[in-house]
């Protein structure tokens, strides 16, 4: 048996190192592996799983060690990330494994003793681009650990949402109220109706109810209540404000028609019937013959707080990008919230953890608009195994 474990743990490893030296970046991580597996049916779950398992961790150390050789970079970042390295043990001199700490501090520590140059700084090399409140050694190490999979339960479908997950003896996590964590790779499309009884949200884009719920509490008497999602992309969004405005008048749109496509089908198993959509392209004006009570802009950005899922972005990403991005985030939010009425809100949102298109942004909205921040801050997704995301909330000047 431990020579059986022992020939599987050096296969996966030589394959990650083969698949890695291949990768040349020009596409997400996911794809690429994808269409290696496709390609190779020989590979089974279990494989697919441990393979793409150590490569997604190679890149979680950022650009540590780069002038190593990859085996020896993979080892150093499985050393560190792995709670538990005793399966992988084999891979490892007798003097890692003896030194393997619960602690993953202790464990920094040591590659550190004989790895001068392996820093935190290495694993997030864009510390003078964050938000200020963000806590950078906390946020580096989150990196380190794969973010958790949360459900949002929708209304009034707990009992029944959980009655489902304990017959089928799935672990879970009750993380609040409305939202559960499960174990990466359970087949929930096989124990739940989702979308229409659970809906795969990630736990801080599920807080983006607070700010939609406080706008509720202000305007339950009104017999109709317009929403535009004006980068609506897979509709997550667009369903928890459904379940938070169950009786408002909800319009949608993106730029790309595909997305769109696929949003009609996540809104048909929601039960959500009536809504509008289009196609826009926002960097430019567009046309419409209504106004809206409030505008959700989950605007394009570089999606840094979600990085801790996508690693391989660390060596990818040119900080310039955030400025390109603030530059289409300003064009977006001008030709949006011009459709405002005049008692409505605007809802700027972005899953970066990047200044420029965060707080900058909120003040741009703020000196450009007549509009009054009620609200904002980043939600620290870090501290909980999940995105971090920025959440603005402006209200129309009386």
Known sequence: MNEKKHNYTHRYFAKAIELLKQYNGKEPLHFYLKKYF?????????????I???CYTFFRIGNNLNAEAIEEKLKIALFICEDSIESLKEIFDLNWFKNHSPNINE???FIQSFHRGFSLQNVFPFSEELSETIDFTAFSKSFFLQPKVFLRIRNNKKKLVLDKIIKANVPFEIVEESAIAVPQNTPLENILQLNNEVVIQDLSSQKIGSFLESISLKNQTKSSFLIWDCC??????SILAKDVFVN?????????PQIIHNLKQRFREAKIQTYKSFIADLSK?????????????????SGSGTWSRTPEMLLNFDKMEAVEYQLLQRKIVSNTIPHLKESGYFLYITCSV???????MAAFISENFSLSCLRSGLIKGYTHQADSMFAALFAAKK
């Open 232 to 237: 609506a992309a897979s509709g997550g969004k």
């Open 38 to 50: 496709s390609d190779n049916k020989q590979h089974g779950s279990k494989d697919r799983k441990f």
């Open 285 to 301: 004006p567009v046309t419409l013959k209504e106004k809206f009570d409030l505008i959700i802009c989950d605007a394009p950005c």
């Open 354 to 360: 990047f200044k420029k298109e965060n707080e900058d």
């Open 248 to 256: 408002a008048e909800l319009t949608v749109s993106d730029i790309r």
């Open 52 to 54: 793409s398992h150590f």
């Open 107 to 109: 464990r920094i520590s």
